[in-house]
């Protein structure tokens, strides 16, 4: 129910936004705030053309995080999604993520905090 009300919402923004064509950068949709250790983020982003194949990297500190479910991703209904769990000996604080798509896709750089 979750992943369909996210969907039919960039959906929506992707609609008001022109048509297709105009879409040449990858937007953030949603990134879970803040996490405790051991907890899941979620992210999800829009604007990325279909089949256009996408990197995410994950820092905390100057390490990148190495975990299931940061592997590359293709789009399909101009949507990706990413869903990781972060380790329970991480550092508290704020951490980056960077998302890098390939085909003229663009790049964003997002945060989140664990507690």
Do not use: Q
């Not at 990325?48 to 479910?69: D, K, Q, S, Y």
């Not at 003229?104 to 997002?110: A, I, P, Y």
């Amino acid at each position: 129910m979750r992943r369909l009300a996210t969907l039919l919402l960039a959906l929506i923004a992707i609609g008001l936004a022109g048509p297709v064509s105009s879409l040449a950068a990858v937007h953030l949709i949603s990134i879970t705030p803040s996490v405790h250790r051991g907890g899941y983020v979620t992210l999800t982003v829009s604007g990325v053309p279909f089949g256009t194949g996408c990197n995410i990297h994950v820092h905390m500190g100057e390490r990148p995080l190495l975990a299931a479910g940061l592997d590359g991703k293709s789009s399909s209904f101009l949507l990706i999604h990413w869903r990781w769990r972060v380790p329970l000996h991480s550092a508290r604080g704020r951490w980056s993520v960077d998302v890098t798509c390939n085909n003229g896709g663009g790049s964003l750089h997002t945060s989140y905090v664990v507690r």
